[in-house]
Structure formats: C-alpha cells, structure tokens
C-alpha cells in the first residue's frame, strides 16, 4: 500500500519539473526577456543585434546615407571646389520632352525618381548639380578673404547657365534647400540674405529662357539632429524622430510662402510642386519612418528607397507643374 500510494507524488513531482524548465514563448523575441533559468545570469551582448520585434525599416539606418543614387562609372555631380559643370542622362535618352535638373544636393536626390519617371513617360533628363551651390546668380564669395567654394559656386552658376542655353531644354527642375546668402562683411540681416538669395534663384530660373518647375522644400530636422541615427537609437518607436511641430515650418529651416513669392513673382513660365503631403500627415508631423521605410538619410536628404516608392504620384505633380508652364509632355 505504502509503494503505491508514492506514484502518483511521483509523477506529479515530474511534470511540475517539466514545467518550470520549459521555455517561454510570450516575450522570447524581446530583448532582455528570460528564455530559461539560465538566460538571467548570463552577459549580455555587447552590440545586440535590435530585436525581431522592433520595426523592420528599409533601409537599414545604420547604412542610410548609401541609399542614395549611384552613377556606376559616370561622373555626374561636381564637388564644392571645381566651378566645372558636369552632365549626365537620366530617364529616356530619346524621349521627346528634356528637362534639366539643375542645383545642389537637394537637386541631386531626385535624379533616381527623374531617371525612373523619364524611363516610364518618355522624358530625357539632363543633370547638372554641385554640392552646397543652389542654381542662383546671387553673390555669394566677397570681402577681403572670400571664401573658394563659394566663389566657384557662382562660377559654376554662370557655366550652368550658359550650357542651358546650349542645350535649349524644354523645362529646368530645380529643388529648394539654400535660405541665404553668406554674409561675408556685408552686415546684412537674415531677412535680407534670405531676400537676396529669393532674388538670385528668380533671377537664374529667369535668364534660362526656358520654363521653370521649382520643388518646394521638404521639412527638415535641425542641422544637428541626424533623423537616421536617432531612428536607429529608437528602432521600437521611431515616431520620437518625426519631425514635429513648429519645425515643420520653421523659417530658418525651409523656404517660407513669402520666399516663394519672391522666386515666382513675375516668371512667366515658372511655377511650384511639392511632395511635402507624401511625407507629412499634417502641417504639424512629418514621419522618419512610414509603411517601414525610412524617409531621410540624414538631417534633411531623403533616402531613394523612400523617392522611389512615391515616383507615380512625383511623376504625375510633375507632370501637371509642366502643363502649367506651356510643356505639353
């Protein structure tokens, strides 16, 4: 009787043993959540790699500024010290319709979604772009030490100029970013360098002779905040990156409406676009990260991986800024 009475304290003792040492399924993703007994003591890793829970974004954060266009084995966009302006093809090598996409950095990102749009409507692309050079005649180099850079961006502007007229396009694209001229002694205010510049790019878009499609700016982080990086510290809520509130349209980080009055006031054949309603979903939030990708690659460049996934909708605003300046694509 004795014996018999012990099995079934026996196997009761077993499966409870079994139990505890099984593995949790709840959290097991979750970085730092016990998996076994074990797991609570051993170190940790020292770069864990971020957990399957958290956001896949593409692309990756940490490789962000790559994801922009490459050229192969073309040399298509000029550094800030060579006033030379260097062309290359983009979209349709033999479409009807030539656009120039002509200016800084902020020009250049758009060449994969140009190339892209151009391929699918039949529209050939010519880039001209130059790091830090908005296309604008304003003075930008002066006083006792002007500064090289600048001096070869008003160099550079006056060459780009010239082989516009060459080439005698049907339409010149060219994206906001650049507020104000530098001071260099001048003693000027903010509001009049932002002015002069205004005047410089109104001036250029001018002396094309051509129809202009000028791309309003796009929100942007402060200059010392990386959105990239910060959405790779914030992988598990990457809305702490957004861009938010009053720096969505804050005047010393983007053009302002009476900028752009001053660019388009009097251009008969210019007119504006904007992608800013693809990026924004208000006047007040403009998201990192969207449908898992991530939108810049820096401060305030956007990623290609993001351009390309809005190239229907970039290509039909295009579209309609072209009719409205006379170009029938």
């Known amino acids: 009787m004795k014996t018999r009475a012990l099995v079934p304290l026996v196997v ?3 499966l409870l043993a079994a139990c505890s040492a099984a593995p949790s399924t709840d959290r ?3 970085p730092g959540t016990s998996t076994s007994p074990s797991a609570t003591t051993a170190p940790p890793s020292p770069s864990p790699e971020p957990s399957t829970a ?4 593409t692309p990756d954060p940490r490789r962000a500024t790559e994801d922009q266009i490459s050229y192969g084995d073309r040399t298509c966009h000029q550094d800030k010290r060579s006033s030379k302006v260097l062309t290359c093809v983009f979209g349709d090598p033999q479409g009807d319709v030539e656009i120039v996409a002509v200016g800084d950095s902020k020009t250049e990102q758009y060449l994969s979604v140009l190339d892209r749009v151009g391929k699918d409507r039949g529209w050939r692309v010519v880039s001209m772009t130059k790091s830090a050079c908005a296309f604008s005649t304003a003075q930008l180099a002066g006083g006792p030490n002007p500064n090289a850079s600048w001096k070869a961006c008003e160099d550079w502007n006056r060459n780009a100029l010239r ?3 060459r080439l005698k396009p049907d339409a010149v694209f060219t994206a906001l970013y650049k507020l104000k001229v530098p001071q260099f002694g001048r003693g000027l205010s903010g509001d009049e360098q932002r002015t002069l510049m205004a005047e410089g790019i109104h001036d250029a878009l001018e002396r094309t002779g051509v129809p202009s499609v000028v791309l309003r700016a796009t929100p942007r982080a402060e200059s010392a905040d990386d959105v990239a990086v910060c959405v790779e510290k914030n992988r598990r809520d990457p809305s702490r990156c957004d861009i938010t509130g009053d720096t969505v349209s804050d005047p010393e980080l983007v053009w302002t409406s009476a900028g752009m009055d001053v660019i388009l006031d ?7 676009m904007s992608i800013n309603n693809l990026m924004c979903s208000s006047d007040r939030r403009c998201e990192s990260v969207a449908d898992g990708i991530l939108r810049y690659r820096d401060s305030h460049h956007l990623t290609e991986t993001f351009l390309l996934s809005i ?3 970039f290509g039909s605003r295009l579209e309609r800024a072209l009719v409205r300046v006379g170009v029938e694509p």
């Open 12 to 14: 009761v003792g077993l």
């Open 54 to 57: 958290a956001a896949q974004i």
């Open 163 to 165: 082989k516009i007229d």
């Open 311 to 313: 190239a229907d909708a």
């Open 28 to 30: 097991g993703d979750d």
């Open 266 to 272: 009097g251009l008969d054949q210019g007119t504006a």
